[in-house]
């Protein structure tokens, strides 16, 4: 659902605002920020403190979250609610031995995310046997301005749903190399969509380069976007385009095939 789409949905009778809460409430916990008062949270959502209070102490007593001296952590139970999804959805499995074998081939990570909000939401992972400063998993979140995947997902977007986006970013400088204006990120964006890849050089995280390109569906519409992150002191940005962006490219399309052929079987 786009930014516009969500405005309008929340005007309408069928949205329920205490459910949008207790979700705001939930994903105010990160590895940042796993241990949150209800101050903490108050100012994390902008929701008051009476009614932040209220979400935790639901939470506590359904066994979503735990306390002690006023300080709410999330139990093992929330990830109940990324597992039904993941269950639910076998499109990102399906995409696992095509990433295994790019990482094989390569020798670097391989990611795919989707869009959610102004994020990117990783939906799937295959490392490589390297260190790395970064710690990214399923269910990671990072802004979609500094991000290859992000690029490429939003350069995908309709005209009018790109411009929300634009718009709602709150643009924070990780490096002296992130964008951080609305003109410069939307000619990069542009370029993204007539290459039909996108690639960042250290603009989320000092050392780190990646290149992405999307995933579509049997129409040709954007689904995802897949990656390929290395260390910067390692693999050059023309290495990196030259040598490891074709078989990322091979990557995409038999995962973009598999999704097509499954959503096309009647047995499914």
């Known amino acids: 659902m786009s930014i516009k789409e969500l405005d309008n949905f929340k005007n309408s009778g069928d949205y329920i605002q205490s459910l949008d809460r207790g979700l705001q409430v939930i994903q105010a916990f990160s590895e940042k920020n796993h241990a949150l008062s209800v101050t903490d949270v108050s100012k994390l959502t902008g929701l008051s403190r009476p009614v932040a209070r209220r979400i935790l102490l639901t939470l506590q007593h359904l066994g979503f979250a ?7 952590r999330l139990t093992a139970r929330a990830l109940s609610l990324g597992y039904a999804y993941l ?20 020798g670097e990570s391989c990611s795919i995310s989707i ?13 490589a046997k390297r260190i790395m400063s970064i710690n990214l998993d399923v269910g990671s979140r990072l802004p979609a301005y500094a991000t290859s995947m992000g690029h490429v997902l939003l350069a995908n977007l309709p005209e009018e749903e790109l411009e929300a986006y634009l718009d709602s970013f709150q643009y924070e400088q990780f490096t002296d ?15 993204v969509h007539n290459k039909g890849w996108g690639g960042v050089d250290q603009q989320f995280e000092e050392g780190l380069r990646s290149i992405a390109v999307p995933i579509r569906d ?7 976007a897949i990656n390929c ?17 074709p078989v990322l490219l091979e990557c995409s399309d038999n995962i973009s095939q598999a999704i097509a052929s499954a959503n096309s079987s009647p047995h499914l």
């Open 87 to 106: 269950a639910s959805n076998n499109t990102w499995s399906m995409a696992h031995p095509f990433m295994r074998d790019f990482v094989a081939k390569t």
């Open 115 to 127: 869009l959610d909000g102004t994020d990117i939401l990783y939906v799937a992972r295959v490392s």
């Open 229 to 245: 992150s290395v260390h910067a002191g390692r693999i050059s940005k023309q290495m990196l385009r030259d040598e490891f962006l």
């Open 218 to 224: 049997a129409q040709g519409k954007t689904i995802a």
């Open 177 to 191: 190399k992130t964008i951080t204006s609305k003109e410069e990120l939307r000619d990069v964006l542009k370029d």
């Open 66 to 72: 735990e306390s002690e001296n006023g300080i709410f």
